[in-house]
């Protein structure tokens, strides 16, 4: 990987990081539906959004806002 492609990643990588933790704060404090969470950061696919979220924080969306 070319040492450019390589920041553009790192780059992608840092900003899903931080539109995860908006997500779980939003989990947390806005009462909001998941579906529209996924709306308000641009997530179109609720199934896309369980998946980065779980792997990210290592526990369903579901699960993080019951805890």
């Given at each position: 990987?070319?040492k450019?492609?390589?920041?553009?990643w790192?780059?992608l990588v840092?900003?899903?990081?931080?539109?995860?933790?908006?997500?779980?704060?939003?989990?947390a404090h806005s009462?909001?539906?998941?579906?529209?969470?996924c709306?308000?950061?641009?997530i179109?696919?609720?199934?896309h959004f369980?998946?980065l979220?779980?792997?990210?924080?290592?526990?369903?969306?579901?699960?993080?806002?019951s805890?």
């Open positions: 990987m070319k450019e492609e390589n920041t553009v790192m780059l840092a900003v899903i990081g931080h539109i995860l933790c908006y997500i779980r704060h939003l989990l009462g909001f539906r998941m579906s529209d969470i709306e308000t950061v641009g179109s696919s609720t199934n369980y998946y979220f779980k792997k990210r924080f290592g526990i369903s969306p579901s699960q993080y806002e805890w």
